[in-house]
Antibody, heavy 115, light 113 residues
Framework: EVQLVQSGAEVKKPGESLKISCKGS????????IGWVRQMPGKGLEWMGI????????RYSPSFQGQVTISADKSISTAYLQWSSLKASDTAMYYC????????WGQGTLVTVSS | DVVMTQSPLSLPVTLGQPASISCRSS???????????LNWFQQRPGQSPRRLIY???NRDSGVPDRFSGSGSGTDFTLKISRVEAEDVGVYYC??????????FGPGTKVDIK
């Protein structure tokens, strides 16, 4: 059974750094793109970026380029989304999803950034 | 970037009645391989999105057959033949032909009258 299990909710202050994770199981992690989708409170879905763990090829939405970093550790079948300096506007639910098909999704990680 | 639009944005429906959601893209979603990468997702309250339909009209495993997708080029439709209480949520179309970026529609909120 394919599963994507994300790390738990985070509460951070503006300016802090953060790295959240998404662990894949039940399939060949290195053979599928995996990426991240943002959902701000009460809003729709926004695609952030994608990585191919097999060779670490990474693509970003122009809206998120330079704002976040996507990475993966294929040895532990885990993808990451990280910020170097959080803003209040980064408060959102973040979903990982197996892409490019978006056929499997993680349970979401709620990130709250507040002073 | 390809812009996805949906209508209506809010859809109150009566249980047992049909419902239809329209999705339009700013350019054709036919890819060079002949496929059209248009997906539909359902997001129930408090849950992760779930893919219902892929490549316009292919229903995912476990999706009730009251859900159907159709369309071509730039115009697509998701239909629910008879709405049930468990269908309440937000429905999104998404294009996967011209990426990056993948782009979602704004969502259509379906609730019961």
């Amino acid at each position: 059974e394919v599963q994507l299990v994300q790390s738990g909710a985070e509460v951070k202050k503006p300016g802090e750094s953060l790295k959240i994770s998404c662990k894949g199981s039940g399939y060949s992690f290195t053979s599928y793109w995996i990426g991240w989708v943002r959902q701000m409170p009460g809003k729709g879905l926004e695609w952030m970026g994608i990585i191919y763990p097999g060779d670490s090829d990474t693509r970003y939405s122009p809206s998120f380029q330079g704002q976040v970093t996507i990475s993966a550790d294929k040895s532990i079948s885990t993808a990451y989304l990280q910020w170097s300096s959080l803003k209040a506007s980064d408060t959102a639910m973040y979903y990982c999803a197996r892409q490019k098909d978006f056929d499997y999704w993680g349970q979401g990680t709620l990130v709250t950034v507040s002073s | 970037d390809v812009v996805m639009t949906q209508s209506p944005l809010s859809l109150p429906v009566t249980l047992g009645q049909p419902a239809s959601i329209s999705c339009r893209s700013s350019q054709s979603l036919v890819y060079s391989d002949g496929n059209t990468y248009l997906n539909w997702f359902q997001q129930r309250p408090g849950q992760s999105p779930r893919r219902l339909i892929y490549k316009v009209s292919n229903r995912d495993s476990g999706v009730p057959d009251r859900f159907s997708g159709s369309g071509s080029g730039t115009d697509f439709t998701l239909k629910i033949s008879r709405v049930e209480a468990e269908d309440v949520g937000v429905y999104y179309c998404m294009q996967g032909t011209h990426w990056p970026p993948f782009t979602f529609g704004p969502g259509t909120k379906v609730d019961i009258k």
